[in-house]
């Protein structure tokens, strides 16, 4: 008999630790697993790392394009970039130019 009292006595002071330690390990499970995680913060800053890659893409490809239509301008016409565009739309060649045909099929 003295000896279940004794267990019931230990286990209700370590009850208190016991949960306490509970507590923080649920805590700090959800703080490295949880959907606001560090986890999840390293895979958002991977996502805004691509996103902000293809931002950079985007916005260098806009600025060549614009260079271009700038330069077909009726204000700043560039004859050699008129020119190129009539060639290409009118599939014309100049006779020195060297026209190598690309085949579509490969």
Known sequence: ??????????????AGPLFGCLLVAYFVYHAIHGDRGALAWRELDR????AEAERDATRAAREALERRVALLRPDSLDPDMMEE????????????DLVIPLDAER
């Open 85 to 96: 565009q009539g060639r290409r739309l009118l599939n014309f060649a100049h006779p020195d």
């Open 47 to 50: 996502r805004i790392a691509e």
């Open 1 to 14: 008999m003295y000896f279940g009292g004794e267990w019931k006595r230990r286990a209700r002071h370590a």
